[in-house]
């Protein structure tokens, strides 16, 4: 009898592994369906070794990059020799032991591999049950003072976008077919979050606008139903317009994670956003501005052929947007994006980390010299503008709920 292990394996408490492996619970959604025996376990490597791991005929592992060594470790300890050891997420483990690759969201190799039935819309009908665990509360610093007391949930999956650092698995893979949830599951969900207490909603979503007509629905879904929670979501800067803003206003949404990327038009056009996306990350801080939605810009350092020119573009294009928080990246891009392949990254560069490597017109020191500067050159602002304090009194408010985050087990 197949009994299956959907596993995510863990080595650090923050950065992705706050978030909930919708993949996974997407899995074991298909699985549960089909009346195929699984379980799914999100546990750090220390608590793994309580598994009784024998008992399960497939493992299926969602591991990301940076812990991949620790993952080859791991496996190598273990007798897989009457077991079948797949792996999933967006980049493709080169180990020998891997029989089978999974993207994210694969149902198509999932129907391939197992018994599973065809010509059936599970992600349509598909409701995340791992959103409701307490386990995943990452704390944005939002600007009000209050405990705040959130999950994660997702609407659907893909991005029409092109960026050539996107993950392949997003541009053309899997995930490229846009798909939405259904509307009326959606709103049950957020309802029955709501009973439970939470008054937060994060939609980790590729690009929460990828299907405008379906966001539109959505929002005017939650504001006809009068759920009064508030959410935020990721957004590129030319899928908003003032009708659009003022209706997110309207159903709670109170922060937007927006991917600026750069403030040089040339970089912006070389890595696929778009001839006026910088245009349009000027419209669009205005226009949330005007509104009172706060915004987070996601930008990165780094980027092929950039010059030091290029980067005071993107310090500059901040200071002249004045964003409530920045999120610097250096150009790490994702082993299957099209910069991936063209560049020769591998995955065990960490898209998050600094390496003493570097595709732009200046050494690699200057780019992370910068990384820091601009921090220091942001908080500075925010200290003159009173703004740190917002963020002080955020995290006071919700100092137990931070401290469970950064120390507290997952399981």
């Not at 929670?229 to 800067?237: G, L």
């Not at 030319?238 to 991917?259: A, M, P, Q, T, V």
């Not at 696929?272 to 509104?291: M, P, R, V, W």
């Not at 409530?324 to 790490?332: C, D, G, M, S």
Request: aromatic share 18%; glycine share 4%.
């Amino acid at each position: 009898m197949v009994n299956i292990l959907l596993l995510r394996f863990n080595t650090l408490k923050i950065r992705r592994n706050a978030v909930p492996p919708f993949n996974l619970d997407f899995f074991l959604y298909i699985f549960k369906k089909n009346k195929i025996q699984c379980i799914l376990k999100d546990m750090f490597l220390k608590d793994i070794n309580n598994l009784i791991l024998s008992d399960f005929t497939h493992i299926i592992i969602e591991s990301y990059s940076y812990n991949i060594k620790e993952l080859y470790k791991f496996i190598n300890n273990i007798d897989f020799k009457k077991q079948i050891l797949l792996s999933t997420g967006n980049y493709k483990p080169d180990h020998y032991i891997f029989k089978y690759h999974i993207s994210a969201f694969d149902e198509k190799s999932l129907k391939k591999i197992f018994n599973i039935k065809k010509h059936i819309n599970y992600f349509k009908n598909f409701t995340p049950k791992i959103s409701h665990s307490s386990n995943y509360s990452f704390l944005y610093p939002m600007p009000f003072l209050k405990k705040a007391t959130w999950k994660y949930t997702i609407s659907g999956i893909g991005c029409p976008g092109k960026c050539k650092f996107c993950s392949g698995n997003i541009r053309k893979g899997p995930r490229a077919p846009i798909k939405n949830r259904n509307i009326k599951t959606i709103i049950y969900e957020l309802k029955a979050l709501k009973e439970k207490g939470f008054n937060y909603i994060v939609f980790d979503d590729d690009n929460f606008f990828r299907d405008k007509e379906f966001a539109i629905d959505l929002i005017n879904n939650i504001i006809n139903n009068e759920l009064n929670i508030k959410w935020n979501t990721h957004a590129r800067a030319d899928s908003l317009d003032e009708e659009l803003i003022i209706l997110l206003k309207k159903s709670g949404c109170c922060f937007l994670r927006i991917g600026a990327e750069s403030g040089s038009q040339k970089i912006l056009t070389q890595s696929g956003k778009g001839k006026n996306y910088l245009q349009n990350i000027f419209k669009t801080a205005k226009l949330l501005k005007k509104h009172k939605i706060p915004f987070i810009f996601l930008t990165m350092l780094g980027f092929p052929d950039e010059t030091i020119k290029d980067l005071w573009k993107t310090f500059f294009m901040i200071v002249k947007t004045r964003p409530f928080l920045i999120q610097l990246h250096n150009f790490v891009p994702y082993e299957d994006s099209y910069y991936g392949k063209k560049l020769g990254i591998n995955h065990n560069l960490f898209h998050y980390s600094s390496f003493k490597k570097t595709f732009s017109k200046y050494p690699w020191w200057v780019r992370d010299f910068c990384h820091i500067l601009f921090y220091l050159l942001f908080g500075f602002i925010k200290f003159l503008n009173l703004d740190f304090l917002k963020i002080i009194f955020f995290y006071f408010n919700n100092i137990n709920h931070f401290k469970r985050l950064l120390f507290g087990n997952r399981e």
